[in-house]
């Protein structure tokens, strides 16, 4: 009995000595709040767009290292290709109920491509949700490459029936593909639907010129400046990127090599330097392509590309340091 006795107090001893030095270890390192912005940060993709699939997040690693230095990050799922009005009225439906369920007054969004576009959107109809919109190699003025492809898509089209078939043909198996990712990513592709022609038109240059008269928050004035910074409450960040081809191991870059080819301006293989420009220029000639921005494929870049999980870290100490 007295060697039982003797193990309990020992063993009640280490317990406490274990947590009284945690808490030692908690006073004298404290936990880093680098990140911990006031709002949380919502991330939103582009083209494409899922949450996760199987586990492989769409900012791939990136979540994890904001939320390791205090901060809260909601990444959310939108149609992977539909119009920026039809995927901005779901982000609403999806930060209202945040807001209803968590008690969250406004949100910090960080769009890439697309998600930008669709971000600012919301920001314009629905200022009361949005403390700040971050765009990530996003397209403001348009995408030199859906002018192409509209252009191919008119001329389609005057072939007649034919060529109709042809281009109703060619959307159907984009907008399937999108399907595809819905139901790899858990969602429903009924509540996110497909309109790959809809996401095309919205980014030809004509109607983004369109889109910017009616919800211009943030856009420069001329050709390759700086936005507004805040308005309606809402601040504007964004930063981009101007190299096509950074690894010879990422299948993509051969891709983002080709259409590179096809702009008039240095680009992200995707992306016009100054069509990234939005509120505040962080910078815009990263030496990262459209999908290095996102931590993809798998943390593939170039030897001397930055890591895009810090530039999104700095952006969140940005958004900390304004006090949103």
């Known amino acids: 009995m007295k060697l039982k006795s003797t193990l309990i107090v020992l063993t009640v001893?280490?317990?406490?000595?274990?947590?009284?030095?945690?808490?030692?270890?908690?006073?004298?390192?404290?936990?880093?709040?680098?990140?911990?912005?006031?709002?949380?940060?919502?991330?939103?993709?582009g083209f494409l767009a899922f949450d996760d699939i199987l586990g492989i997040e769409y900012f791939?690693?990136?979540?994890?290292?904001?939320?390791?230095?205090?901060?809260?990050?909601?990444?959310?799922?939108?149609?992977?290709?539909?119009?920026?009005?039809?995927?901005?009225?779901?982000?609403?439906?999806?930060?209202?109920?945040l807001r209803a369920a968590k008690g969250y007054q406004k949100f910090?969004?960080?769009?890439h491509s697309g998600g930008?576009?669709?971000?600012?959107?919301?920001?314009?109809?629905?200022?009361?949700?949005?403390?700040?919109?971050?765009?990530?190699?996003?397209?403001?003025?348009?995408?030199?490459?859906?002018?192409?492809?509209?252009d191919f898509k008119d001329t389609v089209e005057e072939a007649g029936p034919v060529g109709e078939g042809v281009r109703d043909t060619l959307a159907g198996i984009v907008n399937t593909l999108g399907v595809a990712v819905e139901f790899l990513s858990g969602n429903s592709p009924d509540e996110f639907p497909q309109d790959a022609?809809?996401?095309?038109?919205?980014?030809?240059?004509?109607?983004?010129?369109?889109?910017?008269?009616?919800h211009g928050q943030g856009i420069p004035l001329s050709s390759c400046g700086e936005g507004s910074y805040q308005v309606n409450g809402v601040s504007y960040y964004s930063w981009g990127g101007t190299s096509a081809f950074t690894n010879a191991l990422d299948p993509l870059d051969y891709?983002?090599?080709?259409?590179?080819?096809?702009?008039?301006?240095?680009?992200?293989?995707?992306?016009?330097r100054c069509?990234?420009?939005?509120?505040?220029?962080?910078?815009?000639?990263?030496?990262m392509n459209h999908v290095d921005a996102?931590?993809?494929?798998?943390?593939?870049?170039?030897?001397f590309s930055p890591s895009p999980a810090s530039i999104y870290r700095q952006q969140a100490n940005r958004l900390k340091n304004a006090g949103l």
Request: glycine share 8%.
């Open 60 to 97: 791939y690693g990136i979540p994890k290292e904001l939320r390791e230095d205090g901060a809260t990050v909601i990444p959310v799922n939108i149609s992977a290709f539909n119009g920026t009005e039809a995927r901005g009225f779901q982000l609403e439906k999806q930060l209202d109920e």
């Open 275 to 287: 069509s990234s420009h939005l509120g505040k220029v962080i910078r815009d000639n990263y030496n």
């Open 197 to 214: 022609l809809a996401m095309l038109e919205d980014y030809t240059t004509e109607k983004s010129v369109t889109f910017n008269v009616d």
């Open 116 to 150: 930008a576009t669709t971000a600012r959107f919301l920001a314009s109809i629905r200022p009361d949700l949005v403390a700040s919109v971050t765009s990530v190699h996003g397209a403001h003025k348009g995408i030199e490459l859906a002018d192409w492809v509209d």
């Open 108 to 111: 910090n969004i960080m769009g």
């Open 13 to 45: 001893s280490l317990l406490c000595l274990g947590q009284a030095q945690a808490g030692w270890f908690s006073w004298l390192f404290p936990p880093s709040t680098y990140t911990k912005t006031k709002y949380p940060i919502v991330m939103i993709g």
């Open 255 to 272: 891709l983002f090599a080709v259409t590179s080819a096809l702009y008039s301006e240095s680009n992200d293989g995707l992306v016009g």
């Open 294 to 303: 996102m931590n993809h494929i798998f943390g593939l870049r170039g030897l």
